[in-house]
């Protein structure tokens, strides 16, 4: 008996073990791929559920301004996601962090994105049901940190020069080289962070700078907080596998910056007229689809520009 027992403790190991080598190889393009149509796919067959059982309970109308409503939510947090990725391919390529601790690190920060968006998204359905008058602050911001987009759209970033960065450098003890997936390590007695953690910190802060613009965006088309809340995390699930599929096509998709920048002084124009002038979802929609494809035609058939 205590023989089988070892046996299958052996086995469960060697199991853990392939997984484990497994799981260190990088993704490949065509593997993102297909893990980005499955997390497309469960979007838009919650959306059908989501339609079907409205249409159902509250009609047709109600049904159709619901998935309306929830597809252009998903389809502006799906375009927003982007930039945040080229933010995190800079990351990684900054601390040349290994391709088997990049996939870590993003689904730490899926995580942490669903957990800090659900919170701020339950206080921003408070704010703006309680202040009328917060949805032109959000729409403001919106209009401000789009045309920021559109002037500094091709500027370089300096990581050097990142506040965060320096005090980090400052103030805590850090390590030069990784240790496999460690965050920190004791030496002497005295505790010293790795280059993983760094950027998962720096990471998380991302996260937080972008959820501030999202959020606001998703509100511009719906004040649901059901609608905001699951476009939003159905959105974030397919982060990792969207990074991986456009890490190696950054400066195929150069003037996307451009298209997003358009998008939220869009959005927030939306939102400062709102009770003046009501802009259909689907108008919204369509603005949003041109915006993007055209923004996707034109880098492709463009060369980028060197940044400055």
Same mark, same amino acid.
């Given at each position: ?132 008058? @917060? ?158 494809? @055209? ?14």
């Amino acid at each position: 008996m205590g023989k089988l027992c070892c046996f299958r403790r052996h086995r469960l190991r060697s199991r853990f073990t392939r997984l484990t080598k497994k799981g260190d190889d990088r993704v490949s393009v065509s593997q993102a791929l297909r893990w980005s149509a499955l997390w497309v796919g469960l979007a838009l067959a919650f959306n059908a559920i989501l339609w079907w059982y409205l249409d159902r309970e509250a009609g047709r109308e109600i049904a159709n301004a619901k998935a309306a409503q929830f597809f252009t939510g998903y389809l502006i947090e799906k375009s927003l996601a982007v930039d945040n990725i080229f933010v995190f391919l800079m990351l990684f390529t900054y601390f040349a962090v290994p391709a088997k601790l990049q996939k870590r690190v993003l689904i730490l920060g899926v995580i942490g994105a669903i957990v800090l968006r659900a919170a701020m998204i339950l206080v921003g359905a408070w704010l703006i049901k309680e202040f009328h008058w @917060v949805l032109y602050l959000f729409g403001v911001f919106l209009l401000v940190t789009g045309v920021k987009m559109l002037i500094f759209a091709n500027a370089n970033s300096d990581l050097e020069k990142n506040p965060i960065l320096k005090w980090m450098r400052g103030h805590m003890n850090l390590t030069s080289d990784f240790d496999g997936e460690k965050f920190w390590v004791t030496r002497q007695n005295v505790r010293f962070y790795t280059p993983l953690f760094v950027v998962m910190i720096l990471i998380g802060i991302t996260d937080v700078v972008f959820a501030v613009d999202s959020i606001p965006a998703i509100f511009a088309i719906t004040d649901d907080p059901f609608i905001v809340m699951t476009s939003n995390i159905f959105a974030i699930l397919g982060l990792r596998a969207m990074y991986f599929l456009l890490a190696d096509l950054k400066d195929r998709f150069h003037l996307l910056t451009y298209g997003l920048g358009v998008i939220l002084v869009f959005v927030g124009t939306k939102m400062l007229i709102v009770d003046w002038v009501k802009i259909p979802v689907e108008i919204s929609l369509g603005v949003v689809g041109v915006i993007l494809v @055209v923004a996707v035609i034109a880098s492709l058939l463009t060369k980028p520009k060197e940044a400055t």
